[in-house]
């Protein structure tokens, strides 16, 4: 019953996170209790529409204060909450996915969203026929859950809306109202129908998150980590002394006392667990993504499910975040990866302006001091390149895990890369890229008989990388020498790592590090205590090394060393596809 319970509490996603929760709750009095977890099925926006909506989430709580619609993310509910047994979720899975498949030809290219408002409530109502073939897609997963899963399901038969405020004072409707009209519906946007589960012990509790690490000091208290979620029933408080409240760790499963400054109020909904989603694509292309169970399918390939966005649903990924981890990335693909060493003349103008001669060649190219042929030893990405950023971005947000600083080599590709991860996490604002030089790659590798020239901090801020000019690096950029030895090449990279863990003493999280191929063997080795390769073996592994790929690794605090783990995100893999030439097709050519 417990491998079940844990199963269905993390979302059903690997044995090693199953493995982990049971370990956490061998103390939790109700392990052994048959109580099932509760499930909805929402169609959630994703892209554009989506930012704009938490956008308006965000200026109408600071304008209008926080009113009933904070307490979920936007949404369209197609199935109230229902129970099901632990043994029979994976029924739930198939049931979405088969709905999502049969409706996947006829849902609607674009959902009509009307804005809605009154005294109490404003949100988007779905208008036309396109709300009768999600209510349709609703009845089909409830029909099919019935039958594969014996649950018994309600889909939503009523208006079908986007909630945007609701119960809030009559005097800030107007406010409301202008802000909700910044939200157009017309933008584009993917539906996900999303299956979440909750504990339903706890649906009518506070939620709190703990802000800094408790250690009990009585045998009734509860021990806090930065990150848990406790579940406090108001209406139980009176054994709790001023200051102090009773509730019970998700975390944990156990039951205590804690001081409530260590806390803050945060949504029912952070403690959701996102199962499983089906993706409606409705881009202007003939793709489609479903990601239907636990091998969910795109365009008829197998891949595993996506994982939980938000910081509040990331209770799956706990230990992974409550350890400190490093996570060494390969750059995108360079341009000169694709167009060779004479990239650079393919896209120069006699008089030494940049010009596009093919779509995989970057947009621009950023302001150098010594102009565009410094460029040559110091490629940009290629346009792919970019892509495979933002893909790797995107998929590291999917995973829920927590960036907390991020370290790059300073080529510009490697810069370049660090940028549009950033971006997908949402974080290029937030979080500053250092810059260490001492991760750059093996001078021995690089052409020439001096180091390339690469690009200063200014001229990476001018160029809008939001680089810190506050860190101090292992090693200047200055100290870089040419044509080092393989010694002196894998002891920089080993000082340079050590430097960057010891830069975060506290940052309990991931610490990404963006580099070279030859980085995820230079710079986790030493973490990992092991000897450097043979410096043949060497070029022979860094060889097979592919864009964005990468090697995790964790502390481990008990044993006293780091451990090499699974990464995150799987890896990138696709084909090459070749130049084209239309005059070939012309008859005589």
């Not at 307490?71 to 049931?95: N, R, W």
């Not at 499963?253 to 959701?272: H, I, M, S």
């Not at 605090?557 to 780091?562: F, I, L, Q």
Request: some cysteine; glycine content about 6%; charged content about 25%.
């Amino acid at each position: 019953m417990g491998r079940l319970k844990a199963l269905a509490a993390t979302g059903r996603k690997t044995a090693e996170e199953a493995a982990e929760w049971l370990h956490c709750h061998c103390h939790d009095p109700s392990l052994d209790d048959p109580i099932p977890q509760e499930y909805a099925l929402f169609l959630c926006p994703t892209g554009h529409l989506l930012e704009k909506l938490q956008e308006f989430w965000r200026e109408s709580k600071r304008q209008c204060t926080k009113n009933r619609a904070h307490e979920v993310f936007p949404h369209i509910t197609l199935c109230d909450f229902f129970t099901c047994e632990d043994q029979k979720v994976e029924g739930l899975y198939e049931a979405l996915r088969r709905a999502g498949d049969r409706m996947l030809g006829s849902f609607p290219s674009a959902v009509p969203l009307a804005l809605h408002s009154s005294v109490s409530y404003l949100g988007f109502f779905v208008t036309d026929s396109p709300a009768d073939v999600i209510r349709e897609f609703a009845m089909m997963f409830a029909t099919e859950a019935a039958i594969l899963a014996d649950c018994t399901v309600k889909p939503c038969t009523k208006q079908l809306h986007l909630t945007l405020a609701h119960k809030f004072y009559p005097h800030h409707q107007r406010t409301l109202e202008q802000l909700a009209r910044a939200v157009h519906p017309g933008l584009r946007c993917q539906w996900t129908a999303t299956l979440y589960s909750r504990d339903m012990r706890f649906v009518h509790y506070q939620t709190l998150r703990a802000l800094f690490q408790y250690k009990p000091q009585n045998v009734d208290e509860l021990t806090l980590t930065p990150g848990d979620h406790i579940f406090v029933d108001p209406t139980q408080q009176e054994e709790a002394s001023e200051g102090w409240v009773i509730g019970v760790s998700q975390r944990t499963g156990c039951r205590g006392f804690l001081p409530e400054n260590y806390t803050e109020r945060v949504r029912e909904c952070d403690t959701w667990v996102k199962h499983r989603t089906y993706t409606f694509s409705l881009a202007m292309d003939l793709n489609s993504r479903k990601d239907g169970d636990a091998s969910g399918r795109r365009n008829g390939e197998v891949h595993p499910p996506q994982r939980p966005r938000s910081i509040g649903s990331m209770q799956a990924l706990q230990a992974t975040i409550m350890r400190k981890s490093v996570l060494v990335v390969r750059h995108g693909e360079r341009v000169d990866q694709i167009f060779g060493k004479s990239w650079l003349q393919q896209c120069s103008t006699p008089d030494g302006k940049y010009y596009r001669p093919d779509l995989n060649f970057p947009c621009s190219l950023p302001r150098r001091g010594n102009g565009i042929k410094d460029f040559e030893n110091d490629p940009p990405l290629s346009s792919c390149g970019i892509f495979q950023s933002r893909m790797a971005g995107e998929a590291l947000l999917d995973s829920g895990i927590q960036i907390t600083s991020i370290f790059t080599s300073p080529a510009l590709r490697c810069v370049q890369t660090a940028k549009h991860i950033l971006e997908e996490l949402k974080l290029e604002k937030k979080m500053k890229i250092r810059v260490e030089p001492g991760i750059y790659e093996w001078t021995k590798w690089e052409a020439g008989k001096s180091t390339p020239t690469l690009m200063t901090l200014d001229e990476l801020k001018e160029a809008n990388f939001n680089v810190s000019t506050d860190y101090r690096p292992a090693f200047p950029l200055a100290s870089l020498m040419p044509a080092e030895s393989y010694d002196e090449y894998v002891d920089r990279c080993a000082v340079s790592v050590e430097h960057i863990v010891s830069s975060c003493p506290q940052d309990l999280g991931v610490t990404l590090i963006v580099g070279h191929g030859s980085a995820l063997d230079s710079c986790i080795r030493p973490l990992l205590g092991l000897p450097p390769r043979d410096s043949a073996d060497f070029a022979q592994l860094v060889r097979k090394i592919p864009s964005l790929g990468m090697c995790f690794c964790e502390e481990n605090k008990e044993a006293g060393r780091w451990e090499l783990v699974a990464p995150p995100v799987k890896t990138l893999t696709h084909g090459s596809n070749s130049a084209f030439n239309w005059r070939n097709w012309i008859p005589g050519n």
